[in-house]
């Protein structure tokens, strides 16, 4: 199973970021789809995720300026960034469950200038 991430950069503050993320490979039933990222010293963080059910879930730092969908046939998830602000630098992951194992993308990063 391979993600290829597509769609990270550079960005101004109060700019807009769609970030893909397909997946490839023996996939017969993704549950969850979702994206962490990690700031430099930091602790990678929870971003959004998106079950199989579709109930959408956000780190409250995003809420409302983020959003996460998926294609099921494509076997991709996006995730639309609005309102980019300057801490959302940050190189960003995706993420598919394929129980009980988790696979992950190679990172995209993004910036957002003040």
């Known amino acids: 199973v391979q993600l290829v991430e597509t769609g990270g950069g550079l960005v101004q503050a109060g700019g807009s970021l769609r970030l893909s993320c397909a997946a490839s490979?023996?996939?017969?039933?993704?549950?969850?789809m979702g994206w962490y990222r990690q700031a430099p010293g930091k602790q990678r963080e929870l971003v959004a995720t998106m079950p199989s059910g579709g109930n959408t879930n956000y780190a409250d730092s995003v809420k409302g300026r983020f959003s996460i969908s998926r294609d099921n046939v494509k076997n991709t998830v996006y995730l639309q960034m609005n309102s980019l602000k300057p801490e959302d630098t940050a190189v960003y992951y995706c993420y598919i469950d394929l129980r009980p194992l988790r696979y992950w993308g190679q990172g995209t990063q993004v910036t957002v200038s003040s």
């Open positions: 490979g023996s996939i017969f039933s993704i549950t969850t």
